[in-house]
């Protein structure tokens, strides 16, 4: 059954229930879900103290913290619109964002302080909060939630809370999430109480998420994958939740096997990195009832070796405007439907169309659609770019991927990716998966590039492995029988490692300029390349 607390009540309520179970552990501290809601409380009352109300912004900048979740909350309770940066940004790309939304409250954690002060990136309107040392004219954390007093003493009944209004309403914005700007300029996706409701509803229905469960958090909660595929679920379930600062392979197969972990979330970047670990085939994963992985293409190999240690690896596939979770796996298809991405979450619809805009037969490759609670109120600031994203009222997500008779999507590409050459579209994402079944091959990005002859040529970017070898005619020997020839790669670059965004994702347009700056000619062979 569907819990239909909204947001801003989902801490208090799991505190209700159960106040002195653990909620968060996080830098060595365990919070039970009294505490949280009763930080949650301050936190609330410090913004209405400090004027922010509904409406208005809330930036955070920091790792993963017990702080951060408190925060956006809080923003919850008030009406406010929270919104996460991206910690690994520079500070002219924060100012940019803060420029393009102006917060009333910027909360910047401890090792970000200083650049943040020293580069001003905060507009002159924003009141400054430090998590560390405090630079003139900001406010320590503490004096922060100080101002507005305590809303009860330690240990004391979470229902002691202060009076308030009626709590927000469905369609108030919570997030403003930047998208990871790995094609063109971020974009500020809008979410609001309902969407983040939505999802929180799919994600129980994706993973049987119980409140006996024990989730690990390692993504960054800048995004909405670290945030919304088991954080805040797990948080409105009433489970535990143990959030890791940032990812350390070794510090991830520790915890879950000391805590017991049962769900947690790993990109394939995060899976590769554990898969490398001298511990990874003596750590007891026991505990684990499922793996879930996605933000970009899985390769059958990473499925197999989860798999081979009996646990389950189940993708979901969404977008950051679909908060994300827009269709998934269940643990249950995991082994029969490997590969695919599971089919429409719950409360989710899925077409794919072509380009007419007509749906695809079973098969039949088309641009993914989705309709949904979960899907977002627009862009911040864009209202010609909300209107073509959600034209008809589904959104048009730039994915193409095809769908099965019994309605499992397997994703094939982006739109903007697609390559053409002699007339014919190619995927990209088909031949990464196709390369990256090598024992050769570690990491592959396929993109095009001009070609005088055949419009685009195929440019093949490949990291070996350890040990490994890689040459153009090894690759064209490997690809043999399992690509048509027009798909076979006309470039092969080898280098170390792919540039990536914060998710895992290869960020596309750092590998067209690599490509540029290695391969000077059309002429130039792919072995002269890779020498």
């Given at each position: 059954?569907?819990?239909?607390?909204?947001?801003?009540?989902?801490?208090?309520?799991?505190?209700?229930?159960?106040?002195?179970?653990?909620?968060?552990?996080?830098?060595?501290?365990?919070?039970?879900?009294?505490?949280?809601?009763?930080?949650?409380?301050?936190?609330?009352?410090?913004?209405?103290?400090?004027?922010?109300?509904?409406?208005?912004?809330?930036?955070?900048?920091?790792?993963?913290?017990?702080?951060?979740?408190?925060?956006?909350?809080?923003?919850?309770?008030q009406g406010a619109m929270f919104m996460p940066q991206n910690w690994r940004m520079v500070p002219a790309e924060h100012r940019a964002t803060l420029l393009e939304c102006p917060p009333a409250l910027l909360c910047v954690d401890t090792g970000f302080v200083a650049a943040s002060a020293d580069h001003c990136i905060a507009p002159l309107s924003t009141r400054c909060v430090s998590l560390g040392s405090v630079p003139a004219g900001w406010t320590a954390w503490d004096d922060f939630l100080a101002a507005a007093g305590h809303a009860a003493r330690p240990?004391?009944?979470?229902?002691?809370?202060?009076?308030?209004?009626?709590?927000?309403?469905?369609?108030?914005?919570?997030?403003?999430?930047?998208?990871?700007?790995?094609?063109?300029?971020?974009?500020?996706?809008?979410?609001?109480?309902?969407?983040?409701?939505?999802?929180?509803?799919?994600?129980?229905?994706?993973?049987?998420?119980?409140?006996?469960?024990?989730?690990?958090?390692?993504?960054?909660?800048?995004?909405?994958?670290?945030?919304?595929?088991?954080?805040?679920?797990?948080?409105?379930?009433?489970?535990?939740?143990?959030?890791?600062?940032?990812?350390?392979?070794?510090?991830?197969?520790?915890?879950?096997?000391?805590?017991?972990?049962?769900?947690?979330?790993?990109?394939?970047?995060?899976?590769?990195?554990?898969?490398?670990?001298?511990?990874?085939?003596?750590?007891?994963?026991?505990?684990?009832?499922?793996?879930?992985?996605?933000?970009?293409?899985?390769?059958?190999?990473?499925?197999?070796?989860?798999?081979?240690?009996?646990?389950?690896?189940?993708?979901?596939?969404?977008?950051?405007?679909?908060?994300?979770?827009?269709?998934?796996?269940?643990?249950?298809?995991?082994?029969?439907?490997?590969?695919?991405?599971?089919?429409?979450?719950?409360?989710?619809?899925?077409?794919?169309?072509?380009?007419?805009?007509?749906?695809?037969?079973?098969?039949?490759?088309?641009?993914?659609?989705?309709?949904?609670?979960?899907?977002?109120?627009?862009?911040?600031?864009?209202?010609?770019?909300?209107?073509?994203?959600?034209?008809?009222?589904?959104?048009?997500?730039?994915?193409?991927?095809?769908?099965?008779?019994?309605?499992?999507?397997?994703?094939?590409?982006?739109?903007?990716?697609?390559?053409?050459?002699?007339?014919?579209?190619?995927?990209?994402?088909?031949?990464?998966?196709?390369?990256?079944?090598?024992?050769?091959?570690?990491?592959?990005?396929?993109?095009?590039?001009?070609?005088?002859?055949?419009?685009?040529?195929?440019?093949?970017?490949?990291?070996?492995?350890?040990?490994?070898?890689?040459?153009?005619?090894?690759?064209?020997?490997?690809?043999?029988?399992?690509?048509?020839?027009?798909?076979?790669?006309?470039?092969?670059?080898?280098?170390?490692?792919?540039?990536?965004?914060?998710?895992?994702?290869?960020?596309?347009?750092?590998?067209?300029?690599?490509?540029?700056?290695?391969?000077?000619?059309?002429?130039?062979?792919?072995?002269?390349?890779?020498?």
């Amino acid at each position: 059954m569907q819990n239909k607390l909204p947001v801003a009540e989902w801490i208090a309520a799991s505190a209700r229930r159960t106040p002195h179970k653990a909620a968060l552990r996080c830098n060595g501290q365990t919070l039970s879900y009294a505490a949280l809601a009763l930080r949650v409380e301050d936190a609330a009352a410090a913004l209405a103290a400090a004027g922010v109300g509904r409406s208005a912004c809330v930036a955070w900048l920091g790792r993963n913290s017990a702080e951060m979740l408190t925060m956006l909350f809080a923003c919850a309770r008030q009406g406010a619109m929270f919104m996460p940066q991206n910690w690994r940004m520079v500070p002219a790309e924060h100012r940019a964002t803060l420029l393009e939304c102006p917060p009333a409250l910027l909360c910047v954690d401890t090792g970000f302080v200083a650049a943040s002060a020293d580069h001003c990136i905060a507009p002159l309107s924003t009141r400054c909060v430090s998590l560390g040392s405090v630079p003139a004219g900001w406010t320590a954390w503490d004096d922060f939630l100080a101002a507005a007093g305590h809303a009860a003493r330690p240990g004391a009944p979470p229902d002691m809370q202060r009076p308030r209004g009626a709590p927000p309403g469905a369609q108030t914005l919570l997030l403003l999430c930047w998208t990871s700007g790995s094609t063109g300029r971020p974009k500020g996706v809008l979410l609001s109480h309902a969407a983040i409701e939505a999802n929180a509803d799919a994600s129980v229905a994706m993973h049987a998420l119980t409140p006996e469960d024990r989730v690990l958090t390692t993504l960054p909660l800048f995004h909405v994958g670290g945030l919304n595929i088991l954080t805040t679920p797990a948080l409105r379930e009433g489970c535990t939740v143990t959030l890791h600062a940032k990812f350390d392979a070794a510090e991830t197969l520790q915890a879950i096997e000391s805590e017991r972990i049962t769900l947690t979330v790993l990109v394939p970047a995060q899976l590769e990195a554990l898969l490398a670990h001298p511990r990874w085939a003596s750590t007891d994963l026991s505990s684990l009832r499922c793996i879930s992985t996605g933000s970009t293409l899985v390769p059958r190999r990473l499925i197999d070796v989860v798999h081979a240690r009996g646990i389950p690896l189940i993708q979901v596939w969404g977008a950051t405007e679909t908060a994300p979770i827009a269709a998934c796996l269940h643990a249950d298809e995991a082994w029969a439907k490997a590969g695919t991405t599971g089919r429409a979450a719950a409360g989710c619809e899925l077409r794919t169309v072509d380009a007419l805009g007509l749906d695809t037969t079973p098969g039949a490759c088309g641009e993914i659609l989705v309709r949904s609670s979960c899907v977002m109120s627009g862009y911040w600031r864009a209202p010609a770019a909300s209107a073509k994203a959600l034209e008809g009222g589904w959104f048009h997500s730039g994915d193409i991927g095809h769908l099965d008779a019994e309605g499992f999507l397997t994703i094939d590409g982006r739109l903007s990716d697609m390559i053409i050459s002699g007339g014919e579209n190619i995927s990209p994402a088909e031949i990464e998966r196709v390369l990256l079944d090598s024992p050769d091959i570690a990491e592959a990005a396929v993109i095009g590039r001009p070609d005088a002859r055949w419009g685009e040529a195929v440019v093949a970017v490949l990291v070996p492995r350890a040990g490994a070898t890689l040459t153009h005619l090894q690759v064209l020997a490997f690809v043999e029988g399992r690509l048509a020839r027009f798909k076979h790669p006309k470039h092969v670059l080898v280098v170390d490692t792919l540039p990536r965004t914060a998710l895992g994702k290869i960020h596309k347009d750092a590998v067209r300029q690599l490509v540029a700056a290695r391969i000077a000619t059309p002429s130039a062979t792919a072995e002269e390349q890779s020498a």
